[in-house]
């Protein structure tokens, strides 16, 4: 987890509110990704960002939104939270275009209610 | 949908035996991984086999890659209990997108007894 840290760690909201979640890193790399890991499905990628202001979207990225403003900041947004976006929520960051390895945050457990 | 699967799902062995799952994919890949993730943790990178690679050793890590059969297997040898995790392979599609995205299987857990 050294280099990535993610904020918060836990979060209870209700339903309908909106949620921003941060991951900051140190490690300077390009690229930064969010996940969200559900029993039976592994983790599934949501956005991810190839530099500041380049973002795309994931396998899963309905009702997401993702910012970089710079480049140790990568905040995923819930608009308007519901009950299937509880779930826990990684970052994770790379220095390789393709071909690498990516480390992982801690993780942030999120449940909506 | 996943691009990795992983079999089996879980996995139940003593300490000191050797523990193997496998991972089968569907589409042409540039290189596959293995990460492990303790509970509650993020997920730690443990090896990663190019595609014109067949075997890769790290320490009591072996993972073989066959192309094509779309599979990968890893092997752990000599187990502990602190390899209780469960462990996750990730194929990195060709494609010419950037950004290295990875897609993960849905894990095999292991628990190793003491």
């Known amino acids: 987890d050294a280099g990535i840290t993610q904020s918060p760690r836990h979060k209870v909201t209700e339903t309908g509110t909106p949620v921003t979640l941060r991951c900051h890193q140190t490690?300077?790399?390009?690229?930064m990704y969010w996940y969200r890991q559900d029993p039976g499905h592994g983790l599934r990628l949501i956005h991810y960002?190839?530099?500041?202001?380049?973002?795309d979207k994931g396998e899963v990225s309905d009702g997401y939104s993702v910012s970089r403003s710079k480049t140790e900041d990568f905040l995923l947004t819930l608009e308007s939270a519901t009950s299937s976006q509880t779930s826990v929520y990684f970052c994770?960051?790379?220095?390789?275009?393709?071909?690498?390895?990516?480390?992982f945050g801690p993780g942030t457990r999120l449940t909506v209610t | 949908s996943q691009q990795g699967e992983e079999d089996p799902q879980a996995l139940s062995i003593q300490e000191g035996e050797n523990a193997t799952m496998n991972c089968s994919y569907k589409?042409?890949?540039?290189?596959l991984q293995w990460y492990r993730q303790n509970s509650g943790r993020g997920l730690v990178h443990l090896i990663l086999?190019?595609?014109?690679?067949r075997e890769k050793h790290s320490g009591r890590l072996r993972v073989t890659l066959d192309t094509s059969k779309k599979s990968s297997s890893l092997l752990i040898t000599a187990s502990r209990a602190a390899d209780t995790a469960s462990y996750f392979c990730?194929?990195?599609?060709?494609?010419?997108?950037?950004?290295?995205?990875?897609?993960f299987g849905g894990g095999t857990r292991v628990l190793v007894k003491p």
């Open positions: 960002s190839y530099g500041v202001k380049d973002t």
């Open positions: 994770a960051i790379s220095g390789h275009a393709q071909g690498g390895e990516q480390y």
């Open positions: 086999i190019r595609s014109n690679e």
């Open positions: 490690e300077n790399h390009r690229y």
């Open positions: 990730a194929t990195d599609a060709r494609t010419r997108a950037a950004g290295n995205k990875l897609t």
């Open positions: 589409t042409s890949i540039n290189n």
